[in-house]
């Protein structure tokens, strides 16, 4: 099996998380995949962005849950990482899609309910009727730390590939696979590091893969994928022990 790398929030550490330039720097180096997040405005917008709250990748304050979009829209979204992206926005699911839709990508696109710690009640209906409203020529993947959201979006698109979020605790991913509810394991990478002699018989794409030892280690282990801030440096190693 060829490990699939995925970037995290796009090409995470070289340019300004869960933005366009993000997410076009991972399609320009050629990543398998692409990982992110979906949140819901004030005014049910479908929202593009890591945290619950904008005060750490942006120039406001404040949760997204109580922002409208128009509001939203109004932050700065890149200048924190540098002033070469003063002015970049937080874009909207549909604005994501569009753009890997324009760029005829084919690889993985993962989608993280954040529904974590606030529920945000209809966003799985709200994605899964995007989704069903346009073709697009992506592999769509659903995955979250949330138990419920997973329940309740393989309920709605049985069809789709889902897979469970998790640090530490592995009840909900075991209980969903034994159902047949998802089909991989998105476990962090220290958890994965420290059950190494015994590994489930799941297909696992490990969460933050960036050094070069846990690379390897992965590569090595043909695992199906590695989620990663920097899907260049992923897609070199591999090549060094997969070929490819």
């Known amino acids: 099996m060829i490990t699939q790398v995925i970037a995290h929030r796009g090409s995470k550490g070289l340019r300004?998380?869960?933005?366009?330039?993000?997410?076009?720097?991972?399609?320009?180096?050629?990543?398998?995949?692409?990982?992110?997040?979906?949140?819901?405005?004030?005014?049910?917008?479908?929202?593009?962005?890591?945290?619950e709250?904008?005060?750490?990748?942006?120039n406001g304050t404040g949760r997204v849950y109580d922002m409208t979009l128009k509001e939203l829209k109004e932050l700065?979204?890149?200048?924190?990482?540098?002033?070469?992206?003063?002015?970049?926005?937080i874009p909207t699911l549909q604005e994501v899609v569009h753009l890997l839709i324009e760029s005829h990508y084919t690889g993985v696109f993962n989608l993280?309910?954040?529904?974590?710690?606030?529920?945000?009640?209809?966003?799985?209906?709200?994605?899964?009727?995007?989704?069903?409203?346009?073709?697009?020529?992506?592999?769509?993947?659903?995955?979250?730390?949330?138990?419920?959201?997973i329940k309740k979006i393989h309920a709605?698109?049985?069809?789709?590939?889902?897979?469970?979020?998790?640090?530490?605790?592995?009840?909900s991913a075991k209980r969903f696979a034994k159902k047949n509810v998802i089909q991989d394991w998105h476990p962090s990478i220290a958890w994965v590091r420290?059950?190494?002699?015994?590994?489930?018989?799941?297909?696992?794409?490990?969460?933050?893969v960036n050094s070069e030892d846990n690379m390897e280690f992965c590569f090595k282990h043909h695992f199906k994928g590695i989620i990663t801030d920097?899907?260049?440096?992923?897609?070199?190693?591999r090549k060094s022990i997969q070929g490819e």
């Open 156 to 171: 709605i698109q049985p069809t789709i590939e889902t897979a469970s979020l998790f640090k530490l605790r592995t009840a």
């Open 194 to 208: 420290s059950h190494r002699w015994f590994l489930p018989r799941m297909e696992i794409r490990p969460w933050t």
């Open 230 to 237: 920097f899907p260049e440096r992923g897609l070199s190693i």
């Open 53 to 58: 709250t904008v005060n750490r990748t942006t």
């Open 112 to 149: 993280e309910f954040k529904t974590d710690k606030f529920g945000y009640p209809g966003l799985e209906e709200k994605v899964a009727n995007y989704f069903d409203s346009i073709d697009y020529p992506f592999h769509l993947v659903y995955s979250s730390f949330n138990p419920k959201s």
């Open 16 to 51: 300004p998380e869960n933005t366009l330039p993000a997410f076009s720097k991972a399609i320009e180096a050629g990543a398998d995949g692409i990982e992110t997040d979906v949140h819901l405005s004030k005014d049910g917008e479908l929202i593009i962005i890591h945290d």
């Open 76 to 89: 700065d979204a890149g200048s924190y990482f540098g002033l070469n992206y003063l002015g970049t926005r």
